[in-house]
T-cell receptor, first 115, second 112 residues
Framework: DSGVTQTPKHLITATGQRVTLRCSPR?????VYWYQQSLDQGLQFLIQ???????AKGNILERFSAQQFPDLHSELNLSSLELGDSALYFC??????????????FGPGTRLTVL | GDSVVQTEGQVLPSEGDSLIVNCSYE??????LFWYVQYPGEGPQLHLK?????DKGRNKGFEAMYRKETTSFHLEKDSVQESDSAVYFC???????????FGSGTRLQVQP
């Protein structure tokens, strides 16, 4: 158990819909990362938040957005869903020590299926 | 841009065989290098790491040497066990960057 929790575990929805994925980082970790794992693209970094502020962006579509709340949990919002958005979405968290980001701990993931 | 290449999609050694899983990287700086392992139904978890050239990461009998000259970080083990079966991802993180760049993964399936 990494200490990172993600809900829901599975999500099935239709094209055009909007969903929200939730992540709670490990206790004490201020940094949250979102990754997408798909068969054709592998594991790809989407976005990072640190203590409520966006810090880095990867290959995140404009239809996707995220935020980190004062209690440090994060939500990834996916809208206008397409079949190709079906994937595993992982959240990871890490602690920043002396200006450096330490090891990332991954949650169990949310499996999104778009029909 | 940064990239990590794992040439084997799947390896099928027998229990007790030696193992090498290849990983090559390309980046403009000297990154930190990682191997993550993913078991079914779980997220990736850190397996071993090397923070600078000539460092060797070690964990549970696995080793990987950070070789700057050949830009490689191959995962090795002298004698694999069935319990080692999982998907292994090589990854890099550039200094000052936050995100990990992953390879495509290698599925290790150890035969009994």
């Amino acid at each position: 158990d990494s200490g990172v929790t993600q809900t829901p575990k599975h999500l099935i929805t239709a094209t055009g819909q909007r969903v929200t994925l939730r992540c709670s980082p490990r206790s004490g970790d201020l940094s949250v990362y979102w990754y997408q794992q798909s068969l054709d693209q592998g594991l790809q970094f989407l976005i990072q938040y640190y203590n409520g502020e966006e810090r880095a962006k990867g290959n995140i579509l404009e239809r996707f957005s995220a935020q980190q709340f004062p209690d440090l949990h994060s939500e990834l919002n996916l809208s206008s869903l397409e079949l190709g958005d079906s994937a595993l979405y992982f959240c990871a968290s890490s602690v920043k020590v002396a200006g450096y980001y330490n090891e990332q701990f991954f949650g169990p993931g949310t499996r999104l299926t778009v029909l | 841009g940064d990239s990590v290449v794992q040439t084997e999609g799947q390896v099928l050694p027998s229990e007790g065989d030696s193992l090498i899983v290849n990983c090559s990287y390309e980046t403009t700086q000297y990154p930190s290098l990682f191997w993550y392992v993913q078991y079914p139904g779980e997220g990736p978890q850190l397996h071993l790491k090397a923070m600078k050239a000539n460092d060797k990461g070690r964990n549970k009998g696995f080793e990987a040497m950070y070789r700057k000259e050949t830009t490689s970080f191959h995962l090795e083990k002298d004698s694999v066990q069935e319990s080692d079966s999982a998907v292994y991802f090589c990854a890099l993180r550039k200094e000052g960057r936050r995100a990990l760049t992953f390879g495509s993964g290698t599925r290790l399936q150890v035969q009994p």
